[in-house]
Every structure is written in structure tokens, then in C-alpha cells.
């Protein structure tokens, strides 16, 4: 398992984005050398937790709980063939580009080491939004990104930080004892709510607006047999 390349944005102004400031920093490209990835503080207050990576819509993206968003090489590979286009390292915005790692089945909860000095923890999947879907350029992309059995790819927050840097080992150091995976909660989120009241058994490791999404449909409709809700999303996204 290895961390292929870490890519940053910079902010641009684009038409796409509902952001207040009219930017994004969704557009990410591998950098060389060692970069720094740290815990950026509060949802809605912290930034991105990746050096040199701007985040500009802090409603929904940056805070600790969406530090870094990593996406398989291997799920880039699936799209790339499925889209006809060549699709580089950071083209859906994440800031890890992994290989050989079961991202979306990794459980929320579990942690990853990263080189020497970097343990990462999985607190949710990416929920697709308008400024992914403008940046791709893809008709329908939003539904076809949900619906897909690619994955979402993974949130993560910073346990312990430190620099990574491409071509680091990545090793699975812990994961805990449930069963919600990224791929469950994601589906849950955003096909099938009935399931929201089933990964609150990963509440302790959740990120805040999935959490929130699945504590409000458990007050609802108890253990979700009480009551569908069709899809949509929590409002949370990895990439900025």
C-alpha cells in the first residue's frame, strides 16, 4: 500500500462554485518533495490540513474532521475507462492518491499510517456537489458519482502529524470494532437513509455533517424502519 502523489489547489474564481468568494482550490496537482499535514482546527473555522492546499467554501469543507481526502489510483483507473479521458493524479480533488488500499471499504474509525510520522484517521466518504460536478464537466455527474460502485473515496483527520510525501508506505495501524465502512455510510447517506441509524455504531469517529445528517434521521424514524427518506446528501465534501 502506497501513497502515489499529494496534491494541492490554489484558489481560482470559477463560475461552478457556490462558494461566497466565487473560488475553489478543487483543481489539485501533485507537488514534489515532502509536504505537512496537520490537524487545521474546528469544522467551519479550520482550514484544509494539507500545506499549500486552499479551501474556500468553509461550510462544508476544511475543519478537522475533513482534513485530507484520499481517493484510490485504482478507482481513477475505473472512471478513466468509463469517461474515455485521461484522468492524472488529483483530478477529483483529493489531496492523497493512493495504491493498493481499500479506501472505501476502510471503516470509519480505522487509522492509517503514512511514512514515518503521519497517522491519518477515516471519518466518511465525499458527498458530490455542484463545484465537482462544474470542475468535471460531466452531464449528470453528481448522480453518476453517487450511484457509482467506484466509492466516494475517504475523509480523514490528523491523529498525529507530520510530512508525507509520495511514495510512502501506507500501513492500516488500527481499526475499530464495528462494521460501517466509507462505502455504507456513503450509501446510506445518500441512497438509502433506512441505514442512517445503523452506522451510528461509528458515531465516535464520524464526520460532524454526516453525523449530524444520521442523528437527525434516528430521531426521526427511531431504527429507520418507521419511514424512508430518499437521497441526497449531508452537505459535507472533500474537496473545496
Same mark, same amino acid.
Given at each position: 500500500m &502506497?501513497? %502515489?502523489?499529494?496534491n *494541492?489547489?490554489r +484558489?481560482r474564481?470559477? /463560475?461552478?462554485t457556490?462558494?461566497a468568494?466565487?473560488t475553489?482550490?478543487?483543481?489539485?496537482?501533485?507537488?514534489?518533495?515532502?509536504?505537512r499535514?496537520e490537524?487545521?482546527?474546528p469544522?467551519?473555522?479550520g482550514?484544509g490540513?494539507v500545506a499549500?492546499d486552499s479551501v474556500?467554501?468553509?461550510r462544508?469543507?476544511?475543519?478537522?474532521?475533513r482534513?485530507?481526502?484520499?481517493?484510490a489510483?485504482?478507482?481513477?483507473?475505473r472512471?478513466?475507462?468509463?469517461l474515455g479521458r485521461?484522468?492524472?493524479?488529483g483530478?477529483?480533488g483529493?489531496n492523497? &492518491?493512493? %495504491?493498493?488500499?481499500? *479506501?472505501?471499504? +476502510?471503516?470509519i474509525? /480505522?487509522?492509517w499510517?503514512i511514512g514515518?510520522?503521519v497517522?491519518?484517521?477515516?471519518t466518511?466518504g465525499?458527498?458530490?456537489?455542484?463545484?465537482?460536478?462544474?470542475?468535471?464537466?460531466?452531464?449528470g455527474w453528481?448522480?453518476?458519482?453517487?450511484?457509482?460502485t467506484?466509492?466516494?473515496g475517504?475523509?480523514?483527520r490528523?491523529i498525529?502529524p507530520?510530512?508525507?510525501?509520495?511514495g510512502?508506505?501506507?500501513t492500516?495501524?488500527?481499526r475499530?470494532d464495528?462494521h460501517?465502512?466509507?462505502?455504507l455510510?456513503h450509501h446510506a447517506a445518500t441512497a438509502e437513509?433506512?441505514?442512517?441509524?445503523e452506522?451510528l +455504531?461509528a458515531?465516535?469517529w464520524?464526520?460532524?455533517?454526516?453525523l449530524a445528517l444520521?442523528?437527525?434521521?434516528?430521531?426521526a424514524y427511531?431504527?429507520g424502519?418507521g419511514?424512508?427518506d430518499?437521497?441526497?446528501?449531508?452537505?459535507?465534501d472533500?474537496?473545496p
Amino acid at each position: 500500500m &502506497t501513497l %502515489l502523489s499529494v496534491n *494541492v489547489g490554489r +484558489a481560482r474564481a470559477v /463560475e461552478y462554485t457556490d462558494s461566497a468568494s466565487g473560488t475553489t482550490g478543487i483543481d489539485k496537482r501533485p507537488v514534489d518533495g515532502p509536504v505537512r499535514i496537520e490537524d487545521p482546527g474546528p469544522p467551519g473555522v479550520g482550514a484544509g490540513g494539507v500545506a499549500g492546499d486552499s479551501v474556500c467554501d468553509l461550510r462544508f469543507h476544511g475543519g478537522r474532521d475533513r482534513a485530507a481526502y484520499a481517493f484510490a489510483r485504482e478507482d481513477l483507473d475505473r472512471w478513466e475507462a468509463e469517461l474515455g479521458r485521461p484522468l492524472v493524479n488529483g483530478s477529483f480533488g483529493e489531496n492523497l &492518491t493512493t %495504491l493498493g488500499l481499500d *479506501v472505501n471499504g +476502510a471503516l470509519i474509525g /480505522e487509522r492509517w499510517r503514512i511514512g514515518d510520522d503521519v497517522v491519518l484517521e477515516v471519518t466518511g466518504g465525499r458527498i458530490p456537489c455542484r463545484t465537482f460536478a462544474g470542475f468535471l464537466g460531466e452531464k449528470g455527474w453528481v448522480k453518476r458519482f453517487t450511484q457509482s460502485t467506484a466509492g466516494p473515496g475517504a475523509l480523514l483527520r490528523v491523529i498525529e502529524p507530520g510530512e508525507v510525501r509520495a511514495g510512502d508506505p501506507i500501513t492500516v495501524v488500527h481499526r475499530p470494532d464495528h462494521h460501517v465502512t466509507v462505502a455504507l455510510l456513503h450509501h446510506a447517506a445518500t441512497a438509502e437513509r433506512t441505514l442512517l441509524p445503523e452506522t451510528l +455504531a461509528a458515531a465516535e469517529w464520524m464526520e460532524s455533517g454526516l453525523l449530524a445528517l444520521a442523528r437527525r434521521y434516528a430521531d426521526a424514524y427511531g431504527d429507520g424502519r418507521g419511514g424512508a427518506d430518499g437521497g441526497g446528501g449531508s452537505g459535507a465534501d472533500a474537496a473545496p
